[in-house]
């Protein structure tokens, strides 16, 4: 089974919680198999129990510490951002907005439509969707060529635990819809692969990539 990620042939089995897993030792990635995978149906009805309220003042603080982190120390006002896989309330397109931002969210059940990939962006967001993609590489990389030049591509999304006993307890792993799970040399990978720059890694989810200062590309998008 190839890597979703790198597309790497030597990954190799590993098991959890009763679920396959396939962990590749060139990117780092580890993907559920996908016999495990929701329905598309399944999917969306997962996503519509999420209560990601935007005026929860919790909520508020960690979605304002990944704009302060990740955004804001590489981004000029009004910077042109893409709320990716907003979901169904787009709580960070809001905080972003409020922040003097142009975001706007895309999400392929709640946010539909096809404008925002004829166009180029300062800063393209994936804030806890990177673990739901089921094709990553390819996903990430064209949001890449989506980029306008020196742009980034901003990721949280929870690390996975080294030690067995640790991933096999992990919560995070036990949502049906994460698909995937990012070491920190993942991101270093897709960086390689991409021609971006790794600007940022920080424990326990976060990583930030920017494009060159040479010209925009295009491409096509799926998850």
Do not use: K, Q
């Amino acid at each position: 089974m190839r890597c979703r990620l790198c597309s790497s042939d030597s990954t190799l089995p590993r098991l959890a919680g009763g679920l396959e897993y396939r962990d590749c030792p060139d990117c780092g990635y580890i993907g559920l198999a996908p016999r495990h995978w929701p329905s598309r149906a399944e999917e969306e009805a997962r996503y519509r129990l999420h209560r990601n309220d935007p005026a929860e003042p919790g909520y508020r603080a960690y979605l304002g510490a990944f704009a302060e982190l990740a955004l804001e120390p590489f981004l000029g006002p009004g910077a042109r951002i893409l709320d990716f896989g907003s979901g169904p309330v787009p709580a960070l397109s809001l905080l972003l907005a409020e922040r003097g931002f142009a975001a706007r969210p895309y999400d392929p059940f709640f946010a539909p439509g096809s404008s925002w990939r004829r166009r180029s962006w300062e800063a393209i967001v994936l804030h806890e969707v990177a673990e739901h993609l089921r094709s990553p590489g390819r996903t990430l990389a064209a949001l890449a060529r989506r980029l306008a030049p020196g742009g980034i591509l901003a990721v949280r999304t929870r690390f996975p635990p080294e030690d067995p006993a640790g991933f096999e307890s992990w919560w995070y792993r036990r949502d049906s819809t994460h698909l995937g799970f990012w070491r920190p040399e993942s991101f270093s990978r897709l960086a390689r692969d991409t021609g971006l720059e790794l600007a940022l890694v920080r424990e326990p989810d976060l990583a930030v990539l920017r494009a060159a200062t040479g010209s925009a590309g295009r491409g096509s998008i799926s998850s």
